[in-house]
């Protein structure tokens, strides 16, 4: 919340309280009281009331050194003590108003406006707890000072207790109704307590005072900004900048409700006006820097930030801006640059040493991206984030134990992170541990239902294990959430074909080559399907294919044999057959099949070969002895 300026010209109002006699004349004054002290030089009173006139004419050393003479003849007399501490108020040296107004209320305790005057000086001292009392006293003693209210009212706020404010503001209204002042802090008590409407009632009190105060019209802008009313905000920031064209704190609100309302290039220009005004604030730099980055105008946000930091070196939210913009233009080694800074300026910085981290890990140093987020881990062993980073560096290191830990760790402290058990299962089946890796990665799949990674795995931990039936579901939840993904369809394939569901196989097997016809395994399983199916004719592409690419398969060419046999084409048939005796001498089938092909084709003596080759090196496969 925007605070205006506290201090109030404290003489004024304590002659408008009858704190002194009122004067037409006060340089004739100060004559009179110059020559009864020619007369008398220890005349006190004299002295008293000539510190008076010059106080009252803002001369206040000279009304600080006749006050000083007054108490020097009368050191008992608590108007010269209250009239010193007015003087020192003015000139803001509190410490002594304090001393003065203490002395005042030590030698009569019921003296009004000293009680004032020392709970004025602990407020302005920010010893707020401590004026309340005194404060308070001078109430109970004088009712209708108005200071009094007012001073209490502000000490309230300076609390945070800005509904008890409420009240002392409304008594200085209604004691001084013309005090444009008082709405405007009566308008910032509501706002602290987000009652947004009062607050913009009292601060139109204000202006209906004084036209001219373009502190109200700015207040009303802020409140529509609390209230996220940027819209509204924009009309009375602007009438503020009518009156006064110099006043930094509309444009800077102005350039933030623009900004809140995603008009960038009108906050860009009011942020410049900010500039202008404060040239020399590595704030207004940063506001500035942070729109150009918000449309992409990355020179123009790199320069300003660099202004804000030649400004103030050690502006660590400008060492922060900064690095996201080289982050966001791919400039990774600047941003790390930026981020060294941080943890330079402050050691401890905990968002620092894991932004470092982050980079180092996207660099590929991932020794760098352990040891910064061990850095965090030590300031803070239950980040959630940082054992879960620190635990995927530990994979990239092979240290796939200690990757395990971290992520147990992230468990421990969030028991919904559902990567932290997806990553856990996949180490399990990086290890071949399916078993293990099952559980995690239901729990990852089952907490987050469009998390495609765990449900492939989990498919694949399925398929690993020839639980194939139990396959189908994570890998289907892949394929229907995205139909782009050419390993879960082979693996969805491949699982349908273990429980003889051929027609469903051929669909994914052939989706997964149609998406990356490199996915050679989808071969053999298609034409096996579409053999099962008894299309042979189109088995013969899928499993020539697989023949090619995998010469020493002589499973997938016996099969591509039978086929060819079944569509009566027995030369290729038998042209496969012997393929398969080629890549593995030792598989009877092939044998089996020649013989009993060249049979039914009457080439008898090649068909006798080939059994009785059978059952030489079988001799108990039946198949070969019938």
Known sequence: MMRFKKFLVFGAFLFSFGLSPL??????????????IERNPKDFLAHLELGRAYQKLGLYENAISEYKEAIRWEPVYPAAYQGLGGSYGEMRKFDKALEAYQKAVDLDANYAEAQYGLGWSLYNLKKHEDAIEPLLSA?????????????????????????????????TLRLIPIYPEAYIELGNSYLGSREYDLAIEAYQGAIDLNPGFFEAFTSIGIA????????????????????????????????????????????IDAFLQLIRIRFDDPKAYLLLASEYFAVDL?????????????????YIDAHFQLSQVYDETGDLEES?????????????????????????????????????FEKVLSMKPSHVLANYQLGL???????????????????????GFSKAYFQIGSIFSHMKQYKKAIGPLKIAADLDPGFSEADY????AYNQLNQHQKALEPLTRVVQSNNLHSNAHLALGQAYVK?????????????????????????????LSLIKMGKFEDASVPLGKATADNPDYPEVQNQLGMGFWKSKKYAEAASFFKKAIESKPTFIDPYVNLGVLYTTTGNHLEAIQYLEESVKRAPKNLKARQ
């Open 23 to 36: 004067v037409e004349a006060e340089d004739t004054r100060i004559e009179v009281y110059k020559k009864a």
């Open 139 to 171: 109430i109970n003693l004088k009712p209708d000072l108005g200071a009094a209210h007012f001073t209490l009212g502000q000490t309230y706020s300076a609390l945070g207790n800005f509904e008890t404010a409420v009240d002392p503001f409304k008594e």
């Open 224 to 267: 529509h900004i609390e209230a996220k009313r940027d819209d509204q905000a924009v009309e009375p920031l602007k009438n503020a900048l009518k009156i006064n064209p110099d006043n930094g704190i509309a444009y800077l609100n102005l350039g933030t409700a623009y900004k809140n309302l995603g008009q960038h290039e009108e906050a």
């Open 298 to 314: 990355y020179d123009d946000a790199i320069s300003r930030y660099k202004d804000a930091i030649r400004l103030k070196p050690n």
């Open 336 to 372: 790390l640059k930026e981020f060294e800074k941080v943890t330079k300026i402050e050691p401890d910085n905990l968002e620092g040493h894991f932004r470092k981290g982050d980079i180092y890990h996207r660099l590929g140093n991932y020794k760098a991206s352990a040891l910064a």
């Open 393 to 415: 560096n530990y994979i990239k290191m092979n240290r796939r134990q200690d990757a395990l830990t971290k992520f147990e760790k992230t468990i421990e402290s969030d028991q």
């Open 457 to 460: 795995e989990l498919g694949n």
């Open 499 to 527: 429980v003889n569901q051929y027609d469903q196989a051929v669909i994914h097997l052939q989706k997964a080559l149609d998406l990356n016809s490199a996915l050679t395994k989808a071969y053999f399983p298609l034409g």
